[in-house]
T-cell receptor, first 112, second 114 residues
Framework: GENVEQHPSTLSVQEGDSAVIKCTYS??????FPWYKQELGKRPQLIID?????GEKKDQRIAVTLNKTAKHFSLHITETQPEDSAVYFCAAGQEGNEKLTFGTGTRLTIIP | DVKVTQSSRYLVKRTGEKVFLECVQD?????MFWYRQDPGLGLRLIYFSYDVKMKEKGDIPEGYSVSREKKERFSLILESASTNQTSMYLC????WGGGTDTQYFGPGTRLTVL
């Protein structure tokens, strides 16, 4: 089955700086890569996703890049703000498969 | 706006008890999921269901069972609770294939087994 590795497990960034979280996956058939954000005490929520037919996707300060050859994808957050502090999960899925496989999570702390 | 609710936010049970965790979604979603969340281990899939009365094992089904008698409701059952099942349990639903569609999560149930 699919295996998703996520790094780093914790990340502290000065407010205004950029943050990068990286994930690798093992199953070359995976073609859907979402990112979920879980604020303290709250439920995970989708913040951005990318499908394998594109290499990069942006939504304001958040971007995700995908390298299918190397089987890795990354989340980039620019101009970080205190409200970006949360645990971020990457995941991998594929057409015809009903489930996602999640990474182990990254706790991002923005230092004011 | 999708709403996924879980029956309890906090639950304390004793070893050997039978435990029921309930999840309800109000968006007529086909797929429902049960995960457990542990520090350093991320979200691990226990069971999922893609239709009423249908269920599939996830990555860690041992010690758990599920029931989906109605489309909107998905129950997780711990037949005989053990201390290693102390965890945060999250339910989720998605409209289409869970592998390529947004999953909407419930608020979670923090279960403590003494």
């Amino acid at each position: 089955g699919e295996n998703v590795e996520q790094h780093p497990s914790t990340l502290s960034v000065q407010e205004g700086d950029s943050a990068v979280i990286k994930c690798t996956y093992s199953d070359s058939a995976s073609n859907y890569f979402p990112w979920y954000k879980q604020e303290l005490g709250k439920r995970p929520q989708l913040i951005i996703d990318i499908r394998s037919n594109v290499g990069e996707k942006k939504d304001q300060r958040i971007a995700v890049t995908l390298n299918k050859t190397a089987k890795h994808f990354s989340l980039h957050i620019t101009e970080t703000q205190p409200e970006d502090s949360a645990v971020y999960f990457c995941a991998a899925g594929q057409e015809g498969n009903e489930k996602l496989t999640f990474g182990t999570g990254t706790r991002l702390t923005i230092i004011p | 706006d999708v709403k996924v609710t879980q029956s309890s936010r906090y639950l304390v049970k004793r070893t050997g008890e039978k435990v029921f965790l309930e999840c309800v979604q109000d968006m007529d979603h086909e797929n429902m999921f049960w995960y457990r969340q542990d520090p350093g281990l991320g979200l691990r899939l226990i069971y999922f269901s893609y239709d009423v009365k249908m269920k599939e094992k996830g990555d860690i089904p041992e010690g758990y069972s599920v029931s989906r008698e109605k489309k909107e409701r998905f129950s997780l059952i711990l037949e005989s609770a053990s201390t290693n099942q102390t965890s945060m349990y999250l339910c989720a639903s998605s409209q289409w294939g869970g592998g390529t569609d947004t999953q909407y999560f419930g608020p979670g149930t923090r279960l403590t087994v003494l």
